[in-house]
């Protein structure tokens, strides 16, 4: 695995929501700037950085079967976009990645 790759990898995140987990990154600094002087709201972080899913038919809509979802990133829009809950947890997490990544840094830096 080159660097780059590994540099990639560590901004993997997960996110728990209910019975359902997304997948995804946290922003990079660059990307967290632009998000926040264009005021990104939950549903637009959601859709930006989550790239897959488990979730079923039930969890996405109520008549749903139990059957397991591809993650579809129009689907996904759809869903989050319905979803306040998902969307903020999602928000929170990736922020949460984010002053993580930052805490470490410095902590590095006073070592």
Excluded: H, Q
């Amino acid at each position: 695995m080159s660097l780059t790759e590994r540099m990639k990898e560590s901004r993997k995140v997960s996110v728990t929501v209910g019975k359902m987990k997304f997948f995804g990154r946290r922003p990079t600094l660059e990307e967290f700037g632009k998000l926040y002087n264009a005021n990104a709201n939950s549903y637009e972080i959601a859709r930006k950085y989550i790239n897959d899913w488990e979730v079923t038919e039930k969890d996405l809509f109520p008549e749903g079967s139990k059957d397991s979802v591809p993650f579809d990133a129009e689907l996904f829009a759809e869903y989050i976009s319905d979803s306040p809950e998902a969307a903020e947890n999602i928000r929170d997490a990736l922020v949460n990645a984010l002053n993580g990544y930052l805490e470490t840094k410095e902590s590095l830096k006073k070592n």
